[in-house]
T-cell receptor, first 116, second 114 residues
Framework: DVKVTQSSRYLVKRTGEKVFLECVQD?????MFWYRQDPGLGLRLIYF???????EKGDIPEGYSVSREKKERFSLILESASTNQTSMYLC???????????????FGAGTRLSVL | GNSVTQMEGPVTLSEEAFLTINCTYT??????LFWYVQYPGEGLQLLLK?????DKGSNKGFEATYRKETTSFHLEKGSVQVSDSAVYFC?????????????FGTGTRLKVLA
């Protein structure tokens, strides 16, 4: 089974702090994604990566950056946390390639971040 | 652009009732369609998928048919159980960028009462 592990289930940070959310997948997947989940808004894509050191902005990249130095690890960085970044953050990965079956996304359990 | 619209929740049903959660989409090209489920305290997991028009996805008693003429992918189950209580997300896969990004609906919370 594919396993996507997010390092923390719950985080509490203060406004202005630099925050790192870590995600690791164990299936040698090419693609990795970061979403935020908010009530009434569903999942919104922040950033994604289709290869090591490659990244692309999603729909709401402002206030976030990412890092992918190794294939299995994709980090989301909040450069200066703000209260409006309080949310559930979900990481996902997919194998990649030209077939739909290879692009099914597998999700981690999520990190609930509170910024005070 | 592409989008997914699903019915607002919460949906509250008694055990063994029939379930329908509506999902419609707007897309250019020929997207693939998915239903994901999120149980309390967990991440999303794939429930079923359909890759072309008239395909029916099914899993764990849930079904959904890809209807191109009505741009819909409604989720159905004949007899729900308390254990089906969760949030259900409809999604489409946008392959135009080559990376198969997903676009999700807002989610529908289902609560099944014993």
């Amino acid at each position: 089974d594919v396993k996507v592990t997010q390092s923390s289930r719950y985080l509490v940070k203060r406004t202005g702090e630099k925050v790192f959310l870590e995600c690791v997948q164990d299936m040698d997947h090419e693609n990795m994604f970061w979403y935020r989940q908010d009530p009434g808004l569903g999942l919104r894509l922040i950033y994604f990566s289709y290869d090591v050191k490659m990244k692309e902005k999603g729909d709401i990249p402002e206030g976030y950056s990412v890092s992918r130095e190794k294939k299995e690890r994709f980090s989301l960085i909040l450069e200066s946390a703000s209260t409006n970044q309080t949310s559930m953050y979900l990481c996902a990965s997919s194998q990649g390639g030209g077939l739909v079956a290879k692009n099914i996304q597998y999700f981690g359990a999520g990190t609930r971040l509170s910024v005070l | 652009g592409n989008s997914v619209t699903q019915m607002e929740g919460p949906v509250t049903l008694s055990e063994e009732a029939f379930l329908t959660i509506n999902c419609t989409y707007t897309a250019t090209g020929y997207p693939s369609l998915f239903w994901y489920v999120q149980y309390p305290g967990e991440g999303l997991q794939l429930l079923l998928k359909a890759t072309k028009a008239d395909d029916k996805g099914s899993n764990k008693g849930f079904e959904a048919t890809y209807r191109k003429e009505t741009t819909s992918f409604h989720l159905e189950k004949g007899s729900v159980q308390v254990s089906d209580s969760a949030v259900y997300f409809c999604a489409l896969s946008d392959s135009t960028s080559g990376t198969y990004k997903y676009i999700f609906g807002t989610g529908t919370r289902l609560k099944v009462l014993a």
